[in-house]
């Protein structure tokens, strides 16, 4: 009908499409309500990894690289706690309570935590698939994304595709703000039409398999600011975001929070996951074929 076809025009024309109430306000409370219950019940402090979430560090050499560089290889395949840059001292040790502290819960969230897999996998994701001509979609990630107030950490430009590279058509990001996302907390920010050039640059696991590395350069164009659009986008929406769109957010320096869930899917039909992906399919079937 109309509105998918008006659907498939927008995100192929600018790279990102913002559909307002795609969920209600009572579902983005249970999403962080949930949330908040695994860093409560989930998170040990006493042995959990300091593993810290910043969009390019794999090239980066620290004493805790390689522990760190495992855990984040197999994050793919349960339910794992990355922090934010600034809640932990040079001694390891936490400056604020480890909610606040925690920067993403990734990446099974649509397998195992039960009101994620039901969002996820249910009708309204189907019907945008199908409104996105997706014959096989597959879901390999989902994750909940925490912009906490006063200290919520910057995403530096980047395509999604730097991170999750697809042989055929690129994967498209779900992005679902469970709070107001605006200017002041640090809503997105997309270059329009940037998705017609495809990412110059990857993040491959390693040839031993024990961390990651990038491939490539990154192009001119992600630092061209005044290329960039805000886009505000209220809680309950839903951001689709093309695999080569470039984006990015700015630190949360608010006294308001900025959270949301995100997950990614490629048409299993039309593209190939590459083996070089830091994420890949295990045993347990979290790569899941939404039908």
């Keep these: 009908n109309k509105q998918w076809y008006q659907r498939r025009v927008v995100i192929t024309a600018g790279g990102y499409l913002v559909i307002e109430d795609f969920i209600s306000a009572e579902m983005c409370q249970q999403l962080i309500n949930s949330a908040v219950d695994l860093i409560k019940t989930k998170l040990d402090l006493a042995t959990h990894p300091r593993s810290v979430f910043t969009t390019y560090n794999a090239n980066e050499v620290k004493p805790d690289r390689q522990m760190m560089d495992k855990y ?7 339910i794992n706690f990355f922090f934010e840059e600034g809640a932990i001292n040079d001694k390891g040790e936490l400056l604020m ?39 096989a979609p597959v879901i390999p990630q989902s994750m909940v994304i925490f912009k906490s107030a ?19 058509s690129p994967l498209v990001g779900f992005w679902i703000p469970l709070e107001d996302a ?20 990857f993040m491959n696991r390693n040839k031993e398999g024990t961390g990651c590395e990038f491939v490539g350069c990154k192009s001119d164009n992600y630092e061209q600011d005044e290329k960039y659009v805000c886009t505000e986008a209220r809680k309950g929406s839903l951001v689709l975001i093309h695999g080569n769109v470039v984006h990015k957010s ?3 320096t608010s006294d308001k929070s900025r959270n949301a869930y995100t997950f ?8 190939n996951w590459a083996p070089t992906n830091w994420n890949l399919p295990t045993k347990r079937g979290t790569f899941v074929k939404l039908y």
């Design 97 to 135: 309570s480890k909610e606040m502290a925690i920067n993403k819960i990734g990446h099974s969230l649509h397998c195992d935590v039960p009101v994620f897999k039901e969002l996820t996998l249910g009708d309204r994701i189907k019907r945008v698939c199908h409104q996105l001509d997706m014959v």
């Design 150 to 168: 006063k200290i919520g950490g910057s995403v530096t430009p980047h395509k999604d595709s730097t991170f999750l590279h697809t042989g055929g």
């Design 182 to 201: 605006t200017k002041e907390n640090g809503c997105l920010w997309f270059i329009p039409g940037s998705h017609r050039e495809e990412a110059t640059i």
């Design 250 to 252: 700015y630190a949360n």
């Design 264 to 271: 990614h899917i490629y048409d299993g039909h039309t593209a």
């Design 72 to 78: 984040f290889l197999n994050s793919g395949d349960g």
